[in-house]
């Protein structure tokens, strides 16, 4: 793994490491940053890396269900997501207060974006992929000089496949049906 430095790498993305797998990789072109594990094949808990750094994210709560992010080995949150009703809008509010919005930016939902409440584009998730998930991602300039994004970046990324995950249980349930 290289280390991250946002101001050096171009186009990133994010590559499930194999079609059952639940383990992701942050790529940019061959190299690889970043990591985001699942612990199990079930469940939400989840551990990412990137350059030194590493944290837990984790799923709680049915029906006002929220995802938090701590330093690895820590208790005290770092950031807390809550979806909107909907499923495609949500909050994340940083330890410091600040909130950020995720949002879906395409109809079938195959585009996601992060934004500050004033609505600046930070990071942009692309889905790509069917058999293996993954996404492009494009940083904004000014999002590059953020302490915090590469958490961000995991953090985003693990809220994005747990919706998926979900909408791929809905699917098979309506299927079922």
């Given at each position: 793994m290289i280390p991250f430095d946002p101001s050096q790498h171009g186009s990133l993305e994010w590559r499930q490491t194999g079609a059952w797998s639940r383990s992701y990789e942050l790529r940019s072109g061959e190299s690889h940053i970043g990591t985001l594990e699942f612990s199990s094949g079930f469940g939400s808990l989840a551990e990412s890396r990137i350059s030194g750094a590493a944290w837990s994210f984790k799923r709680t709560g049915f029906f006002h269900p929220k995802a938090t992010a701590r330093v690895l080995g820590s208790d005290q949150n770092l950031a807390e997501?809550?979806?909107?009703?909907?499923?495609?809008?949500?909050?994340?509010?940083?330890?410091?207060?600040?909130?950020?919005?995720?949002?879906?930016?395409?109809?079938?939902?195959?585009?996601?974006?992060?934004?500050?409440?004033?609505?600046?584009?930070?990071?942009?998730?692309?889905?790509?992929?069917?058999?293996?998930?993954?996404?492009?991602?494009?940083?904004?300039?000014?999002?590059?000089?953020?302490?915090?994004?590469?958490?961000?970046?995991?953090?985003?990324?693990?809220?994005?496949?747990?919706?998926?995950?979900?909408?791929?249980?809905?699917?098979?349930?309506?299927?079922?049906?």
């Amino acid at each position: 793994m290289i280390p991250f430095d946002p101001s050096q790498h171009g186009s990133l993305e994010w590559r499930q490491t194999g079609a059952w797998s639940r383990s992701y990789e942050l790529r940019s072109g061959e190299s690889h940053i970043g990591t985001l594990e699942f612990s199990s094949g079930f469940g939400s808990l989840a551990e990412s890396r990137i350059s030194g750094a590493a944290w837990s994210f984790k799923r709680t709560g049915f029906f006002h269900p929220k995802a938090t992010a701590r330093v690895l080995g820590s208790d005290q949150n770092l950031a807390e997501y809550e979806p909107g009703w909907s499923g495609h809008k949500g909050l994340i509010t940083l330890a410091g207060g600040e909130r950020l919005i995720l949002q879906v930016t395409s109809f079938w939902g195959g585009g996601w974006a992060l934004l500050t409440e004033a609505g600046q584009s930070l990071v942009r998730f692309q889905n790509r992929g069917i058999i293996r998930h993954g996404a492009g991602v494009d940083v904004d300039m000014d999002a590059r000089h953020r302490h915090d994004l590469a958490l961000l970046l995991t953090f985003g990324w693990y809220i994005l496949v747990l919706h998926q995950l979900d909408s791929d249980a809905a699917a098979v349930v309506v299927a079922a049906g």
